[in-house]
């Protein structure tokens, strides 16, 4: 039976014109892991309750953890939490979920399926893998290790349908700034600022972009289910063991 627990906003960013940040302080959570989430439950006035999974973006204050939302066509939860939740308003949660997806890597006994490794070394380098707001998970990933494990390696390959649909954007910016993360851009229907045109990344183009095999470099795929599929079948053709790969899929709902 899930055990609901109630949350209340204490803070929210707007990414893009139809994504948001959300700060939820939850007295007495027991903390989560990068690349966990969430179940936020909605109860309207006359009883009627529905609920969505969130991935957290932001795990590092214990207690109080953030969510990245994309808003959604025809979704029941996640346009009120767009654009109608307010600082101060209250939500149950339930969680946090999954530990297949999580960093630092937990040696979970997970079935051997793409997205399921197991492993406990910490100090590999790690490549990350996003697509759209598939990106919340994997910036729990890299805030988490700005403040606890600064000397590890993190590479990202983002791909947004443009860079006005980009999330974290200055916080990008900063990193990159102060030479602490490689983002290498992907842009699918309007081009960014480079001479790259718009359009789906290449296989060449992924393989050229992400750690070599001989890096050996934990890899997380996070996106809609066709794209990290396509890219996790990549990586196999490229020769990456399957036990080094994990993939998240992000389902519309």
């Not at 999974?53 to 590092?60: A, E, G, I």
């Not at 207690?63 to 990245?68: K, R």
């Amino acid at each position: 039976m899930t055990t609901w627990q109630v949350a209340t906003v204490v803070g929210a960013v707007r990414e893009t014109d139809t994504a948001r940040s959300i700060w939820l302080h939850i007295p007495g959570f027991p903390g989560a892991r990068a690349g966990q989430h969430i179940d936020i439950k909605l109860t309207a006035p006359d009883g009627y309750s529905t609920s969505r999974s969130y991935s957290l973006s932001d795990v590092r204050e214990g207690d109080t953890v953030a969510v990245g939302v994309e808003e959604l066509d025809d979704g029941e939860v996640s346009p009120f939490l767009v654009h109608d939740l307010e600082i101060g308003e209250q939500v149950e949660i339930a969680g946090p979920i999954g530990m297949q997806f999580v960093w630092p890597p937990l040696d979970t006994g997970a079935d051997k399926d793409i997205g399921a490794g197991a492993h406990t070394d910490s100090s590999r380098p790690v490549q990350l893998v996003a697509g759209g707001s598939g990106i919340t998970p994997l910036m729990a990933m890299i805030r988490l290790r700005e403040t606890t494990r600064p000397e590890a390696t993190m590479r990202l390959l983002y791909s947004a349908r443009s860079p006005e649909q980009v999330f974290f954007r200055d916080e990008f910016a900063a990193l990159a700034a102060a030479d602490r993360l490689r983002v290498d851009w992907f842009f699918t229907r309007t081009a960014g600022s480079g001479p790259r045109p718009a359009g789906r990344i290449t296989r060449e183009e992924f393989a050229a972009a992400i750690l070599p095999v001989a890096s050996r470099p934990l890899l997380y795929l996070c996106g809609s289910t066709e794209y990290v599929d396509t890219l996790g079948e990549w990586l196999l053709d490229a020769g990456y063991p399957i036990d080094d790969i994990r993939i998240e899929r992000f389902l519309a709902a």
